[in-house]
């Protein structure tokens, strides 16, 4: 595990060391654009139609979305009681508060948290990843985040119409049902399109390692102890609820530690698209990655310890 670790936080350094030294003056926010929409479009999807087309569509295939929706959701009401009570006391500004309240219960379960199980269980643990994201924190993300962001940055209401077109529009989403229906039609693709596919996939993990990288800085925020309780509900909070819950709904062995894993992801990356897109509090958003993405590299070899020991 810690290999895994000190690998994934050396590729991590080469993003930071690339942002900073900017070969060919190349920006490194286009880098991670270019990147990002590489694996996006085709590289993610990719994988998700190789893995799915070869796994079973069992209970773990609803059980481990029902698992991200309750643990994140759980997160995200936790966030907001907190900070319903405290943002005054900590004089939080309403673009601030949108920030936390969505770093706290979104996490990076795809850039991080596909690469950390797949190198601790395989390529045949990627689709509880891909379970995990695409089938239940994207949606809400669009659907409950991306409203909240739009209430807390701009003051207004995104119509729900946005986010369900925004949803459908994902690649990814779409390689995943793809790959359920192969499985289901009982298709047999061909072994050079099961190689490529494979190829491409390989691809997601460094080239998401390397872009977390790419987004790391470390902005002046004037209010940084108010990120406190985020980090705890996202790292400590994050993988009991997730863990608990894998538990009552009866998951076990890899089904129920990914999960755990998962729960305990830092802050995506992608808050700060959000972010950006409704004028939230960016800086605040860069600093809530840089500071969980740190720390989970000591609370995530706990989580998958206590996750793998106790019945």
Not at 72 to 81: I, P, Q, R, S
Not at 92 to 110: D, K, M, R, Y
Not at 213 to 233: D, E, Q, T
Request: glycine residues 10%.
């Amino acid at each position: 595990m810690h290999e895994i670790l000190l690998s994934f936080g050396l590729i991590i350094l080469a993003g930071v060391l690339f942002s900073r030294i900017r070969p060919g003056g190349i920006d490194p926010d286009d880098v991670r654009g270019v990147i990002n929409a590489c694996v996006l479009n085709l590289f993610l999807p990719a994988l998700c139609i190789k893995t799915l087309c070869q796994s079973p569509i069992d209970r773990e295939t609803v059980l481990v979305p029902v698992t991200a929706v309750i643990t994140t959701g759980a997160a995200l009401m936790l966030a907001a009681g907190v900070y319903g009570f405290t943002g005054k006391k900590m004089r939080l500004s309403s673009q601030e508060t949108g920030v936390l309240l969505i770093a706290s219960a979104f996490g990076n379960v795809t850039y991080l948290g596909l690469p950390i199980l797949t190198g601790l269980y395989g390529g045949t643990a990627a689709k509880y990843a891909l379970f995990y994201d695409l089938l239940a924190t994207t949606p809400l993300l669009w659907l409950a985040g991306a409203a909240l962001a739009a209430k807390y940055g701009e003051g207004k209401k995104l119509s729900r119409k946005e986010s369900l077109k925004t949803i459908a529009s994902l690649p990814p989403v779409w390689g995943i049902f793809i790959g359920m229906a192969l499985h289901q039609s009982g298709i047999s693709l061909p072994v050079f399109t099961l190689t490529t596919l494979d190829m491409l996939g390989s691809l997601v993990v460094p080239l998401m390692i390397f872009s977390i990288g790419l987004a790391l800085s470390l902005p002046k925020v004037k209010h940084a102890y108010a990120i406190i309780p985020a980090v705890v509900i996202k790292l400590v909070a994050g993988p009991l609820i997730a863990y608990g819950t894998a538990r009552m709904l009866g998951l076990t062995g890899i089904a129920l530690t990914s999960c755990s894993i998962e729960g305990a992801m830092p802050a995506m990356v992608l808050s700060l698209l959000v972010a950006a897109r409704f004028n939230l509090d960016v800086s605040l958003a860069a600093f809530m990655i840089v500071v969980t993405t740190v720390l989970s590299f000591f609370t995530l070899p706990a989580v998958i310890f206590l996750g793998t020991h106790i019945p």
